[in-house]
């Protein structure tokens, strides 16, 4: 087992890391901006350095500075968490050239399932099914044209190297296809250094189901279940759940059956989250693999009674898993609503600022994600949730009345927040009869 861990990440997740090392029994290391230097997961860590400036660029996104912090300080290995370079080939590379181990899939499984269209055609291969889309990445406006009425109208335009809803648009017909190709290719540009798109069909108000997998070096591949994902705005999550209300077993199990079939296609190791679309008919598709532990892990975590940070350190050490499929035992329905730092009625706009009074709910299944504080100073530089609030119960209309009571007890002064947001969605008639879709939010609060 790892004797020391450098965590190269921020806020709520490095928060999570620390205390799982913590109960390991391994040692700690934070890295932080200088806008962070005041931040929990800074203060917590058994050790911290100051990587660089605000900009996540010149800090969180500096693999060198984060390699030589890890040299410095002597430690075995480095966890991403997500977001940052949680994804990254060339920094998976980088660790295992300095023999530092990469806690997360090899450098070359990230490569396969982090490009769209490569990840498509392993999956077609392996049986899964895909939506209908490019076999190979476009650069160009003309070529991408050509394939899009080839599939037909509408199509998704993807980035091949994106995630977190970023490098995506979707095109009605050729009248406003080469604008929003630009537009997403722009985008892609900006977010990951790369102008390759891929073409697909764009299956029209699907759920989006995820599966949760983890894998270790001996083949052994374990699925955790599935999490409802359809509440978004603009293709970033708001609410998870788990399991997802329409899915009977039979479905369940041949979504979780094909989950596992992909990740052995992929050969991966470690943490991972195989997406899907789901139609109305029931058709579901392979959309993307992550290839890290997701932001609503806690919500299989909690139906599952599997610790999933502890298991990515167990199968990065080289251990086996320390579950078998026959050990996962779904119980009870848990919800998890994630807080941001932004306003609702002015478009969503970030609201970074210093935190008054803090009350943090509690109770018999109820989680808090955080790594706020009274007088923590939310910096303007970072993603703006600053924490999760998770919660468990028998049945999922029991899980939302304990998210309804646990929101109404949370306390975050001194800024504003989209929890009254939450609230909005979570006393929604259609939510509650868990009749939604991944256009909810448009359509029933599209005015905001």
Known sequence: MFQKILIANRGEIAVRIIRACRELGI???AVYSEADREALHAQLADEAICIGPAPAADSYLDMER????????KADAIHPGFGFLSENSKFARMCRKCHITFIGPSPEIIDRMGNKSEARNTMSKAGVPVVPGTKEPVKDVQTARHFAREIGYPVMIKASSGGGGKGMRIAESDLDF?????MAQMESMRGFGDDTMYIEKYVKDPKHIEFQIIADKFGNVVQ??????????????????SPCAILNEKLRKEMGETAVRAAKAAHYENAGTIEFLLDKDRNYYFIEMNTRIQVEHPVTEMVSGVDLIKEQIYVAAGMPLSVTQEDIRLNG????CRIN??????????CPGTIGQVHLPGGFGVRVDTAVYSGYEIP????????KVIVHDRTRAGAIHKMRSTLGELILEGITTNVDFQYEILNNRDFCAGDFDTSFIEKNMGSR
């Open 178 to 182: 080469a604008e929003n190709f630009q």
């Open 380 to 387: 303007p530089y970072y993603d703006s949730m600053i924490a």
């Open 333 to 336: 329905h848990a919800i998890e």
């Open 341 to 350: 730092a932004e306003n609702p009625e002015k478009n969503f706009m970030p």
């Open 66 to 73: 984060i390699i030589s912090a890890c040299i410095a300080v």
């Open 224 to 241: 955790l279940g599935e999490r409802d994902c359809s509440i978004q705005r603009n293709h970033q999550k708001v609410i998870e759940e």
């Open 27 to 29: 040692r700690t290391v």
